[in-house]
């Protein structure tokens, strides 16, 4: 399978996704719960109303999201393998990532299931903050520090399973054993996403209150 077809496959599931918790989460009643001892009835319905007028944005955008994701994950991998092999492995790494990335479909479907059918009594902030299997659910999110939450939710089994897909299509890559694999994506795709943290806990610093 090509890797033009694999990434419509990705983006095509990434969007059937988003569609259902779209139409089933994100409710006119959750609104107005959310908001309805900040705001008036008139203002949430602007929330409302606006938020369906512009969502074909987040259609639009996803694939474009994915596609840098992707590229900056494959970069960092290519990176970690020229200092291995000597070599700049592009289209090789970005096949790795890209096939690695369908990890990240389960925890979508994972948060609809579990407040369509568990949680059934939510808050639009409890929708955002939810991430399934991670370090956060251990903790109540309302007592953490802003800028623990993302590093706290990016500590989940996916994001291991994900490491571990990495390594897997590295060592296919450059003909090694897991372990040496595994080094290389600490080195590269591991550095990059401890600089990409670093980045979101300084902006959420900044722009907390």
């Given at each position: ?13 990434q ?5 259902v918790s ?12 959310t ?65 690695a990335?369908?990890?990240?479909l ?40 802003p800028?623990?939450?993302?590093p ?26 897991m ?15 401890v ?5 979101v806990?300084?902006?959420?610093v900044?722009?907390?209150?």
């Amino acid at each position: 399978m090509s890797k033009q077809t694999i990434f419509i496959l990705l983006i095509v599931l990434q969007i059937i996704s988003l569609l259902v918790s779209n139409h089933i989460l994100l409710s006119e009643n959750l609104y107005f719960n959310t908001f309805a001892e900040q705001l008036t009835y008139e203002q949430i319905e602007n929330i409302i109303n606006e938020g369906k007028k512009w969502e074909w944005v987040s259609y639009v955008v996803l694939p474009i999201l994915t596609l840098i994701k992707l590229t900056l994950v494959a970069s960092c991998l290519s990176i970690g393998l020229f200092f291995v092999t000597n070599t700049f492995s592009f289209k090789a790494t970005f096949r790795v990532a890209l096939t690695a990335e369908f990890v990240f479909l389960i925890p979508p479907f994972l948060k609809i299931l579990w407040f369509a059918l568990f949680q059934t009594d939510y808050t639009l902030q409890d929708l955002q903050i939810f991430y399934p299997l991670s370090a956060l659910n251990f903790f109540d999110y309302t007592t953490v520090q802003p800028w623990l939450i993302y590093p706290l939710q990016l500590l989940n089994v996916f994001e291991i399973i994900y490491w571990v897909l990495l390594a897997r299509g590295v060592s296919q890559v450059i003909e090694r054993d897991m372990p040496q694999s595994f080094e290389v994506v600490l080195a590269s795709y591991g550095t990059g996403l401890v600089l990409w943290v670093a980045v979101v806990m300084f902006i959420t610093v900044s722009f907390t209150p």
